[in-house]
């Protein structure tokens, strides 16, 4: 525990200590003071959340994690709820009433303000990982009719309700998308000048039901601070800023970390032990059947184990080195084409990088392999069976931990969450038939 969340749980129980923790609170940035009420107990965690001002409280509920959210928002005054999703942006505050249950979340959408109700409630109906989920309803725009002292009197009249405005959008008379232009330029401009001869036509826009994972491609493909979003007919119904990309590629580069090794994105470290169990049991008992698969494999070969244990010691080391080359090759791979870098055009290239890889590895561990085994055993034909069986499986490790993630692309199956399984299953399998099976076919020349 750090010293503020120290001194905090020291003066919440006297009788002046709640006066100085507001006043210490209120020269702390939002994000410093989620972390201090994160290491504080759950009772602690609320009054000290109950102490700050509405406008704060607005942007620390945002900042603190999903367990410390979850227990402030149990039992929170839901007129104060109401209080604090008024002070936020369209956006976070359909974020935070989609956390809430349907009752809780209908109680705070019928005591805002109509019209923001409706915003937060249009915001609602698009999926949490589209475009239209992430994007902002309040935003700068302006009719290409207008002057440039019109444009400039609209953002003055919104600028204090609508931080960070970085372009100005706009719009003909049927609210389609026809320009942008830079909220800088209009400050250098001629104040008479009519908006549609300065804007910048060819604007580069999002549909509202597009993937956050495109949209987050398309913002560092051309360097963006803010993005128009248009529905399907190309009318202008929100924005998306460069904070939230932000979230948006932790959260990308998170879930596919965790569907690699099979866990669920929803697992927190805290959660109760039996819902990360139902989250990570499915996995496991599959991994469990491949496993039987490769234990299969091996039982192929019980007459030559049985002839010559030794190589039961060398198994794990062929299997082991086949493992790690695929993992290496399959997280090049799932974060080439999660980045837009692999694309069906460039998977040829792909695939033929991956082999001459495979070959050139497994020649060298192949070899070094090979000279341990002999110095180690004294058998020079245990370290050439052992040395091929490592190229082969080296081989295939390499080629099927690129083609595995680009099929799984093709089949439109997220490439992240399945490919670890089926790689492990093919490089166990094969390293433990190519390294039997060239002692069976050599066995004569080992004993």
């Not at 702390?28 to 602690?44: G, V, Y």
């Not at 989609?98 to 979340?105: F, H, N, P, W």
């Not at 493909?221 to 929100?238: A, H, I, N, Q, T």
């Not at 499915?282 to 496993?291: C, D, R």
Request: proline fraction near 2%; glycine fraction near 6%.
């Amino acid at each position: 525990m750090n010293q503020d969340a120290k001194k905090i749980t020291d003066l919440i129980v006297e009788v002046d200590g709640k006066q100085f923790i507001k006043r210490h609170l209120s020269d702390l940035h939002p994000a410093d003071i989620a972390d201090i009420i994160e290491t504080l107990d759950e009772e602690k965690k609320k009054e000290v959340f109950n102490l700050l001002k509405t406008e704060t409280a607005s942007d620390v509920i945002l900042e603190v994690n999903d367990q410390s959210r979850e227990q402030i928002l149990e039992d929170i005054n839901k007129e104060k709820l109401t209080d604090i999703v008024e002070e936020m942006a369209s956006d976070e505050a359909a974020d935070l009433i989609a956390d809430l249950s349907k009752e809780e979340a209908r109680d705070v959408l019928e005591k805002l303000h109509w019209k923001d109700s409706a915003e937060v409630q249009k915001l609602l109906k698009y999926p949490e990982d589209t475009a239209g989920g992430i994007m902002q309803t309040e935003l700068l725009s302006i009719r290409e009719e207008m002057l440039v002292e019109d444009a400039i009197i609209e953002y003055m009249a919104i600028s204090q309700d609508v931080g960070n405005i970085h372009n100005a959008f706009i719009i003909d008379k049927d609210r389609k998308l026809v320009g942008v232009i830079p909220v800088r330029n209009l400050l250098i401009i001629k104040a008479e000048t009519p908006i549609s001869k300065v804007m910048v036509r060819n604007v580069i826009s999002v549909n509202a039901h597009v993937d956050q994972e495109e949209v987050a491609k398309i913002f560092k493909k051309y360097d963006f601070v803010s993005l128009p979003v248009v529905d399907d007919e190309g009318k202008l119904v929100g924005v998306i800023v460069i904070d939230d990309i932000i979230d948006v590629l932790i959260e990308e580069a998170s879930e596919d970390m965790l569907h690699l090794a099979g866990v669920y994105q929803d697992e927190k470290v805290t959660d109760h032990p039996l819902k990360s169990v139902r989250m990570r049991l499915p996995w496991l008992i599959i991994n469990l059947a491949t496993a039987t698969l490769a234990a299969s494999v091996v039982g192929l070969f019980q007459d030559t184990l049985q002839a010559m244990v030794i190589l039961a010691i060398f198994m794990p080391i062929v299997a082991g080195m086949g493992g790690n080359a695929g993992t290496q090759a399959l997280t090049v791979t799932v974060r080439g084409i999660a980045l837009g870098e692999l694309s069906f055009s460039n998977a040829k290239r792909a695939v033929l990088n991956g082999i001459t890889i495979g070959i050139l590895n497994g020649v060298i561990t192949g070899i070094i392999m090979a000279l341990i085994a002999y110095y180690w055993k004294g058998n020079y034909m245990l370290g050439i069976v052992l040395g091929l069986a490592m190229i082969i499986n080296l081989f295939v490790a390499n080629f099927f931990g690129i083609i595995i993630p680009i099929t799984l692309k093709w089949l439109k199956i997220d490439p992240a969450v399945a490919s670890s399984i089926f790689l492990t299953a093919l490089t166990d399998c094969i390293g433990f038939f190519s390294f039997l099976g060239l002692a069976t076919l050599f066995i004569k020349y080992l004993i």
